[in-house]
């Protein structure tokens, strides 16, 4: 099932949750023979009619949600399920109050403790729900609490941690005020440099220079007038890197990339993909004047908004 299947399913079961008049929005009309159902580990509740509204019911759904799931299972629960489960349990998150959210996610936290199995299932869930390419949303937030989980856990071999590990390094490494990881770069002339933010505020796209999507983002920045006054200005620089680059598909690139406007900062940075955090093509950061992250894993009408938000434009 793909991304829109899935939200389409779990949002009809959390509407149903919370009620359906308070969700306040019709959901795409599907053919059942396009929806996927997953037999559910345990029936999902539903918030009482009596609760006046949808983060009120949300919330309740926060505190109870897993009220009769049996978190001390010592044998693995099927996968796919819980994955299904987990992506109701988020669904409502969207509408629940950030408090009571993070204190559920504390309490299952709590409840998987001392057990490896269900403590490595719930990563996997977590990170479908919030990490991942289906992922409803990113939430770093949200996903930390089960990577600690997993990296805490003593009777998990070094080996199954290591995936996770590298994800929890890798998000530190890109948390929102940290500085933007340090990447050399063979710019579109051949030279290279590192690249340092120089002006008040930097976008930074990640993606290929002959992908469709890269291709409308640069079309968007490129009609952006007030990005390109800032840019002529030297308040704002616009870089593109490509960070999956192999050497030998350097002189194609570089030839694509010769194209790009010319104030726009443009090259491959090889090995970035394994430094920067990446969830989409393109992605955009959006940093400050010492390199500062103010932002990641944008889309560009996310990255110009952004900027047109912090000057006031």
Known sequence: MDKRKKLTHRMAIVMLAVGMAAVGHALPARAESELIYVAPLFEYPIAPEELPDLQTKSDWLMEHFWDSFNFKSTTNVDQ???NDAFGVY???MMYASRAKALASVENIVKSIKGNPAMTLQFAKAAEEAFYGP???GWSDEVYIPFLKAVIADKKLSDTRKARYVAQYDNIKANAIGAKFPKLRMTLRDGRHQDFQPSTDYTIVEIG?????????????LEMASDLKT??????LTISFIVADAVP????????LLSDYPAAWITGISYGADDKLDIRQTPTFYVLGKKGEILAKNLDVAGAVDMIRSITGK
């Open 80 to 82: 796919n399920a819980l």
């Open 208 to 220: 290929n220079p002959d992908c469709d999507d890269c291709r409308f983002a640069r079309m968007k």
């Open 134 to 136: 289906r992922a409803i």
């Open 90 to 92: 988020s669904a409502a």
């Open 230 to 235: 800032m840019v002529e200005e030297k308040r």
């Open 248 to 255: 030998e598909e350097e002189s194609d690139i570089l030839t």
